[in-house]
Structure formats: structure tokens, C-alpha cells
């Protein structure tokens, strides 16, 4: 065990744990930010994704050791509570989820496209999205939403 210090949605932890530890391990069961989910553990369906100095990173298999000294950023780092990120509004207006599981890692990668590309066509948000999977089937609805919530930044509402 060793003790890191990361930074997570701008607060500093001091976590001990074995470097080699899954940034998702240390994220859900050390810090208890419970937003990026485990789906598969191979860094294949995207429900861990996080942001790492503004990157989309799969948490579920890249050691903690790795973001030493990185801004790491999850869903409950976009906003708060009494005000929805953009992206989440959005998401509520299409009603684009059904179960959610894979909804945090959806909004993280959605918010990487945005932040590069303010304006994406519907074909460059599926091909952002590709590595993330939806078993409810609402990818229509997930585009249309990322396509509502870049409408609303470009509009000057906050990131």
C-alpha cells in the first residue's frame, strides 16, 4: 500500500492504496464517488469513463498509480445538484436514458467531444461514442441529447 495523492473533481484525496489498484476501485470504494460503474473490466463498454486532464480515460483498468498529479474529472464534477451540467439537462430533455448504468460514461465522453468539437454532425458523436455501449438501445436518443447540449453551450451556457 502506498499513499497517492490525486485530484478529483478539484478536491485533493490522500488515498492508500496498491498502486496497481484500478483508478475505478479507488475512485467507488476509497473516495466513494459512485458515478463511473464497472460494466466489463476490459475497457471495452465505456461505463467507467472518466476524464483525465480533460482526456476520456477507461478507470477500470489503468492503475491509480498512473494519475499521480492529474486532474481527474467525473460526472459528479460537472455540476452540482441545484444546477445541471448542460449535458445532463440535455440528457433529461431526450430522455435519453432508461437504466443509466452506462449514462456517466456516456456524459464524460460527450463532454471530451464537446470541449474539442462544439459542433459535432451526428456522425462524428457516434463515432466519439463508439467504445460506449448501451444495452437499452437509446442511442438515438443519446445523440439527439449531445446534439441539444452542444446547441445549449454554443448558446453560452456553462460547462
Known amino acids: 500500500m502506498t499513499v497517492l495523492s490525486l485530484t478529483i473533481n478539484g478536491i485533493t484525496h490522500k488515498v492508500d492504496a496498491d498502486p ?3 483508478l475505478l476501485y479507488v475512485l467507488r470504494n476509497i473516495v466513494g464517488i459512485t458515478s463511473p460503474k464497472f460494466g ?3 475497457s471495452e463498454c465505456g461505463a467507467c469513463t472518466v476524464l483525465v486532464e480533460g482526456k476520456p480515460v477507461r478507470a ?7 494519475f499521480s498529479g ?8 460537472l ?16 430522455q435519453a436514458v432508461q437504466c443509466g448504468y452506462c449514462i456517466s460514461g456516456m456524459i464524460m465522453t460527450a463532454h471530451a467531444l464537446l470541449m474539442t468539437n462544439p459542433s459535432p454532425t451526428s456522425e462524428e458523436i457516434k463515432l466519439a461514442l463508439m467504445g460506449n455501449l448501451c444495452g437499452c438501445g ?5 445523440v439527439r441529447a449531445i446534439q441539444r447540449a452542444a446547441t445549449m453551450l454554443r448558446a453560452g451556457q456553462s460547462t
Do not use: K, N, W, Y
Not at 477500470?60 to 498512473?66: A, G, L, R
Not at 492529474?70 to 464534477?77: D, K, N, P, R, S
Not at 455540476?79 to 431526450?94: N, Y
Open 20 to 22: 496497481q489498484m484500478p
Open 40 to 42: 466489463c473490466g476490459l
Open 60 to 66: 477500470c483498468c489503468v492503475p491509480v498509480v498512473s
Open 70 to 77: 492529474q486532474a481527474v474529472t467525473t460526472l459528479e464534477g
Open 79 to 94: 455540476s452540482t445538484s441545484d444546477a445541471p451540467h448542460p449535458l445532463q439537462q440535455a440528457f433529461i430533455d431526450e
Open 138 to 142: 437509446t442511442h438515438v436518443r443519446i
